[in-house]
């Protein structure tokens, strides 16, 4: 009896297990696995972005999420956003179509009081309204508030849209910061197109010394700027699809599908809002 009981208090070699065999035990399920930091700079991250986009975006499924890879690119994008802004409000042409809004808005709203459809009263009160408005420090905050709004919107949004295209389409668990990553990176490229239209705005050539990009227009339509915005427009597609291949391992095309689809769907709402602008003014 006794040595049945010593039998059943001591431990069995069998069941014991040296530290060396336990280090050899595959972690436990739902475990975190800390991913190592990125190997590059930030720095060369963001120009490397434009000549090897996929070794960058290949370390990055591979490292640790890095703040600075959405978030420096970004801020970038909104300093040159406001540079942007006050340059074409800066602009004679520009100035003068909104002093032509101006006037015809004046306009209408003293038809309308003379009409009956509204008070001298209320008309007053529109036009002391859009006199504030059109002040010119009330367009540049206008101006520089919208273009920060955009960029804002474009950095988060296009995030969401690869994170939801990654879950659903690609049934890939991204992580929602991965995807802020890509669309991140990607923005280098649409700060490119930023200073491009402020170069095109400012006309940045010393005089005699050459034509600007916005002198090479074509016959009709379609001209060269154009081009160079639309071609800026599809790398950036191709950028964040390139990134979202990455992420989940999959082909290009199969990534590039989606994205570019949404890219036009954004593009249609964009010019269907614009016409209603249009249509209002």
């Not at 963001?46 to 999420?65: C, D, G, Q, T, Y």
């Not at 959405?70 to 040159?80: F, M």
């Not at 009956?116 to 367009?139: A, E, F, Y």
């Not at 950036?236 to 391992?249: D, K």
């Amino acid at each position: 009896m006794s040595a049945g009981l010593r039998q059943l208090r001591t431990p069995s070699c069998a069941g014991r297990m040296t530290d060396q065999e336990s280090n050899l035990q595959p972690p436990l399920l739902g475990a975190k696995i800390s991913l190592p930091p990125p190997a590059s700079s930030l720095l060369s991250r963001l120009l490397n972005i434009f000549a090897i986009p996929s070794a960058v975006f290949e370390e990055m499924s591979k490292s640790r999420h890095s703040t600075g890879n959405w978030l420096l690119p970004t801020a970038l994008c909104c300093v040159v956003m406001v540079m942007w802004s006050f340059a074409v409000l800066a602009m004679p042409a520009m100035q003068k179509n909104l002093a032509e809004v101006h006037e015809k808005q004046i306009q209408t709203i003293e038809t309308a009081v003379a009409e009956g459809k509204q008070t001298r009263s209320q008309g007053d009160d529109l036009i002391k309204t859009i006199n504030t408005i059109m002040q010119p420090t009330v367009m540049r905050v206008l101006a520089v508030g919208g273009g920060l709004a955009g960029v804002i919107l474009r950095v988060f949004g296009w995030a969401f849209v690869l994170w939801l295209i990654a879950r659903r389409f690609l049934q890939f668990p991204l992580p929602y910061s991965k995807a802020l990553e890509v669309v991140g990176l990607s923005g280098m490229v649409a700060l490119l197109d930023t200073v491009v239209r402020l170069a095109l705005v400012v006309e940045l050539h010393p005089p005699g010394a050459g034509i600007a990009v916005s002198d090479l227009g074509l016959s009709g339509s379609f001209n060269l700027t154009h081009l160079l915005m639309n071609l800026l427009r599809f790398w950036l597609l191709a950028l964040m699809a390139t990134g979202l291949a990455r992420m989940t391992s999959v082909v290009w095309f199969r990534a590039a599908l989606p994205v570019f689809v949404c890219g036009m769907v954004v593009d249609l709402l964009a010019a269907l809002f614009g016409f209603g602008l249009l249509r209002a003014g």
